[in-house]
């Protein structure tokens, strides 16, 4: 099993529309980086942390899990979707994407602050100066020490 952390705007899709969804295809992401983890790293059955960002404040406020395997974003052809891609082909889809599941809400909000402070969470990629990558891979001990932060 994968960890991995997954950013969402709140007005754009927050935790409790994925609670009240229940399920829901990761879709619109338009970096290459981002969509190989996606496409070639993820796996049914993994976990994610479900991140608000650019919000106040930013931070760690669910977990979801991967559902199935990564398909054709869809939104790439719907030329309605602000993620719409002239350049992809439904015989040689350009971005992928994976339907996750929700699984929790945490008891409390995990801030950006909070986990920049937390000398444990140094190494997270969420952390690095210039990352600003949607999908991001988690180890498991990041993972389980924000869901700890999460209890206090």
């Not at 952390?5 to 709140?10: A, G, M, V």
């Not at 996606?38 to 669910?62: C, I, Q, R």
């Not at 002239?86 to 040689?92: A, F, I, L, T």
Request: aromatic share 10%.
């Amino acid at each position: 099993m994968k960890y991995w952390l997954l950013k969402s705007e709140p007005e754009s899709y927050s935790i409790d529309d994925m609670k009240r969804d229940g399920t829901t295809t990761w879709d619109g992401v338009r970096n290459y980086q981002a969509r190989n983890y996606m496409w070639k790293e993820m796996a049914t059955g993994d976990l994610a942390l479900f991140y608000h960002s650019n919000a106040e404040p930013s931070g760690a406020v669910g977990v979801v899990e991967v559902a199935g395997p990564a398909g054709p974003d869809e939104s790439a052809w719907n030329h309605k979707s602000p993620y719409f891609d002239p350049d992809s082909k439904r015989e040689n889809p350009r971005w992928y994407c994976v339907p996750v599941k929700f699984k929790s809400k945490l008891k409390r909000i995990v801030t950006l602050d909070e986990i920049k402070k937390n000398k444990t969470l140094a190494s997270m990629v969420l952390v690095r100066p210039g990352t600003r990558l949607s999908v991001q891979p988690v180890t498991e001990a990041e993972f389980k020490t924000i869901l700890k932060m999460s209890e206090a």
